[in-house]
């Protein structure tokens, strides 16, 4: 392995923040944690975990009343906690899909997709980031009977029955590129199939949307999606996940989700958090509205330092400055940093080889002189031979 791929642990720092996925500011709102505080003196909760799984001991009345806020939050039917959205995405995908149904998941999906994948009895194919063509004819390759053993993921193997289910898998805010799917078209391909669509909106919700319900909802596509995953660890602050889908489906991972059911609840804190998290979305548009701004700010400063046939088009609050070569975004990674500015690296194999980029995360809290010094910086030191 090269060394310069080889990742390590960073220590807390000083620097100004364009690094976390803390967009809305969320995880130092006081607001937050006093009323999550409240919370749990109204369930009368003195206690440090939840003492087991929710299917023996750890099942408190807190973990209903905060499904039931998320449920109507995103006008949904049914919505499940689960300790981390990796767990969920595993959860989900190693135990819905059947041997013999298949996955047609996009080729940038997230790693707990894609693990979740792997351990599925299903088989999966990726197709060409965000390309409704590409992913058009898979379905139809699928639905003659004719998709070649090679396009297969790696570890998968057989050949297509006629009465298999589909599921297309995609994500409304990519990770590393900030950019989004077609989601209309997607739905519009989805029902012409058949198909059952499942999105993962871990980088939408918070940030987009009336209420920051997450790009589903701000498209009004809510009831035509099988599954949306949720994410708390990004804009709300906190720590967990949730799936959201049909009253039958929540039954079906309850008894067969196995990063559901073989795991220690969170901690009611944990769960008392995000219901304060949703509160706050529900009564506050102020730091929504601060990101925004600064997400257009950012834009006028990259066009101003004729900066932007380096960035990745995106609308949201990840921003992604391509620098090719390890070495070299790890370089002007540093220059950044000596200058008080936290922005990290992404590297290959995370990305493809001759993709690497500085990732920016915008906040809700960064400052408009803070934006206009990074890009200044970033443009000078892009610029060096």
């Known amino acids: 392995m090269n060394v310069n791929s080889l990742r390590k642990l960073g220590n807390p720092n000083t620097l100004i923040d364009f690094s976390s996925n803390d967009y809305l500011g969320f995880s ?3 607001q937050i944690y006093l009323a999550a505080s409240e919370i749990l003196k109204r369930h009368n909760l003195e206690v440090n975990g939840a003492t087991g799984s929710r299917l023996l001991s750890g099942n408190h009345s807190i973990y209903t009343e905060t499904e039931k806020i998320i ?5 949904n039917d049914a919505a499940l906690i689960f300790n981390s959205g990796y ?22 999906c997230h790693a707990s997709i894609r693990d979740g994948i792997t351990m599925s009895n299903a088989k999966g194919y990726k197709f060409k980031h965000n390309d409704l063509d590409d992913l058009s004819k898979l379905v139809n390759k ?33 990770s590393m590129d900030g950019d989004q799917p077609d989601l209309k078209a997607m739905v519009e391909l989805c029902n012409k199939y058949h198909c059952h669509l499942i999105v993962d909106e ?5 940030v987009f949307g009336k209420k ?22 990004k804009a709300l602050g906190c720590h967990g996940a949730a799936i959201l889908g049909s009253a039958d489906l929540k039954g079906y991972l309850v008894n067969f989700a ?4 073989y795991t ?3 901690p009611p804190h944990s769960v008392a958090t995000i219901q304060a998290a949703y509160q706050e979305l529900n009564s506050n548009d102020r730091s929504r509205i601060d990101l925004k701004s600064n997400i257009a700010i950012l834009h006028k400063e990259i066009c101003k330092q004729d900066l932007g046939t380096f960035f990745i088009t995106s609308k949201s609050a990840i921003q992604s400055c391509v620098i090719a070569g390890n070495a070299r975004v790890k370089e002007i990674s540093e220059a950044i940093k000596e200058n008080g500015f936290d922005a990290k690296p992404i590297l290959s194999p995370t990305v493809p080889e001759g993709q690497e980029r500085l990732r920016i995360c915008l906040h809700s809290y960064n400052t408009i002189v803070e934006i206009e010094n990074l890009v200044l910086h970033l443009g000078t030191f892009i610029k060096k031979v």
């Open 71 to 75: 449920t109507s939050f995103h006008n």
């Open 212 to 233: 920051g319900e997450g790009l589903i909802q701000a498209l009004g596509l809510e009831k035509e999606v099988f599954a949306r995953i949720i994410t708390f660890g």
């Open 264 to 266: 220690t609840g969170l």
């Open 87 to 108: 767990d969920a995405n595993i959860g989900f995908f190693s135990s819905v899909p059947q041997r013999g149904d298949v996955i047609l998941y996009d080729e940038l």
């Open 28 to 30: 130092k709102n006081k």
């Open 142 to 174: 699928k639905m003659n009977n004719s998709l070649p053993l090679g396009e297969m993921s790696a570890g998968q193997s057989g050949s297509f029955t006629p009465d298999q289910n589909i599921y297309v898998v995609t994500e409304s805010v990519f």
């Open 202 to 206: 871990a980088h939408a919700l918070g």
């Open 258 to 261: 196995r990063s559901f059911i």
